[in-house]
T-cell receptor, first 113, second 117 residues
């Protein structure tokens, strides 16, 4: 199994509070991704990174920001959580990007009340 | 725009039956990659296969086989002699290169397969 961990694994927070999710990898892969999974929508890309300090937006980036100061860590921040951001968040990594399969972390279940 | 359609939302089969999961994609790119992932009830996402747009050979891996047809923009997945452990949600995904280190990965909404003993 690819060495990907996510923390926390579960979180309940209140509307309007900031939340940061962490993805940590031990594979030294260049590319990292954040997805959210919602019933009826499958997985949707939020943001991704193609190197340290290099990030770009995905399909559903509004309300989210990311940072990558080290190869191994990719942080997803909800500046002011809303109930619509209740979801399961998955981090993924890939080695070379184009054509490479992505390996996923275990997921973080976030509930915004 | 890229799009992946998995028209079958849920499928139920009896153990040992064969089952095919459909995936139809849309893209204007000539170079692209297609993937299948499995998500068992435990929740993790497991990579199953990758296929690039220049390779239309079908692939078989044990009880799993994949049929890629560019003419119909389809990448279907067949499980032969299904087992209870095959019960999961299966996702088809399309990956395209947008240039300058930028990629897009689009997932279908998934097909939930239930294998009944």
């Amino acid at each position: 199994d690819a060495g990907i961990t996510q923390s926390p694994r579960h979180k309940v927070t209140e509307t309007g509070t900031p939340v940061t999710l962490r993805c940590h990898q031990t594979e030294n892969h260049r590319y990292m991704y954040w997805y959210r999974q919602d019933p009826g929508h499958g997985l949707r890309l939020i943001h991704y990174s193609y190197g340290v300090k290099d990030t770009d937006k995905g399909e559903v980036s509004d309300g989210y920001s990311v940072s990558r100061s080290k190869t191994e860590d990719f942080l997803l921040t909800l500046e002011s959580a809303t109930s619509s951001q209740t979801s399961v968040y998955f981090c993924a990594i890939s080695e070379r990007g184009e054509g490479d399969e992505q390996y996923f972390g275990p997921g973080t279940r976030l509930t915004v009340t | 725009a890229q799009k992946v359609t998995q028209a079958q939302t849920e499928i139920s089969v009896v153990e040992k039956e064969d089952v095919t999961l459909d995936c139809v994609y849309e893209t204007r790119d000539t170079t692209y990659y297609l993937f299948w992932y499995k998500q068992p009830p435990s929740g993790e996402l497991v990579f199953l296969i990758r296929r690039n747009s220049f390779d239309e050979q079908n692939e078989i891996s044990g009880r799993y086989s994949w049929n890629f047809q560019k003419s119909t923009s389809s990448f279907n997945f067949t499980i032969t002699a299904s087992q209870v452990v095959d019960s999961a949600v299966y996702f088809c995904a399309l990956r395209t290169y947008s240039g300058a280190g930028s990629y897009q990965l689009t997932f279908g909404k998934g097909t939930k397969l239930s294998v009944i003993p």
